[in-house]
């Protein structure tokens, strides 16, 4: 089996990704595309078909239940009624992250039934190891001096949920979208008002009003991936490595 990349390692959360023709090459030769789903990946639709109509695509959140809804505080309204304000980034929590290795495992089982034993040993054993990491989260969350955070947009509502953290605000209401200056004196409001102990920005995007905001607050600020990028040849353990420094850095920050 090989395996590539459509979207490159280093692009991030794909809201706004448009394909390439690289890509439609790509996807013309292919037997299999998993994707994130959850309406993560807009780009895709009548293209893909017109590249390779045989396509076989995995929905990795197919079925998944407890799906979050963006918060009032982190949604972008949307005219179109079908872009309703799912939160789709699963794949920053640990706990979700095992519900995906287990969805892509069925899936890849269904188009290749001889390697079904060994896709569904694997991705349960990495669901084990996930969920494993999911609780260290939890019982962090037990004993955290602050549980109040700012995050840069909603790709931590997951992990947050998995840690016991309240989201009272974020930075931009859509990945991308900067906060006007009101904006920022609202945050900075709220920052007071909900005692909140720091902002959270992302390796993905640039950190400077995130910076700025906790500066006129008050607070402390750190950088936390959800592992939307990650390195060309990624080890196997990266996405572990990443979360365990995540679950450190909010050890660190919110009990100071």
């Known amino acids: 089996m090989n395996v590539e990349l459509l ?18 090459q790509k996807l013309a030769k292919a037997d299999v595309l998993i994707i994130n789903g959850l309406g993560m990946e807009e780009f895709l639709g009548a293209p893909v078909k017109k590249a390779n109509s ?11 239940k407890d799906i979050l809804n963006f ?12 872009h ?8 920053a929590s ?3 992250a095992a519900l995906l ?20 040993a694997n991705a349960h054993a990495y669901a084990e190891k996930m969920n494993k990491l999911a609780d ?18 909603g790709v931590f509502d997951y992990l947050a949920r998995d840690t ?4 009272v605000a974020v930075v931009q209401q859509h990945a991308g979208q900067e906060p006007s200056a009101a904006e920022m004196l609202k945050i900075v409001k709220t920052i007071r008002n909900e005692d909140a102990k720091a902002i959270f920005t992302e390796p993905q995007y640039p950190k400077k009003i995130g910076l700025t905001i906790a500066k006129e607050a008050g607070i402390a600020t750190e950088i936390l991936d959800p592992v939307a990028t990650g390195t060309e040849n990624a080890s196997l353990d990266y996405y572990e490595t990443v979360m365990r420094r995540n679950l450190k850095i909010l050890e660190k920050t919110l009990n100071e």
């Open 7 to 24: 979207i490159p390692a280093k692009f991030g959360c794909p809201h706004d990704y448009a394909l390439t023709p690289q890509d439609m």
């Open 54 to 64: 045989s396509l076989k695509i995995i929905d990795s959140s197919s079925g998944i």
């Open 71 to 82: 918060s009032d505080i982190g949604k972008k309204e949307h005219s179109d009624e079908h």
């Open 84 to 91: 309703i304000a799912v939160n789709p980034h699963l794949f």
């Open 94 to 96: 640990p706990r979700m």
């Open 101 to 120: 290795a287990i969805n892509i495992a069925g899936g890849l089982s269904g188009i290749d039934p001889p390697g079904a034993e060994i896709y569904s």
């Open 136 to 153: 260290n989260f939890s019982a962090l969350g037990k004993r955290l001096k602050n549980n109040r955070i700012i995050t840069q947009h």
């Open 164 to 167: 016991g953290l309240r989201v």
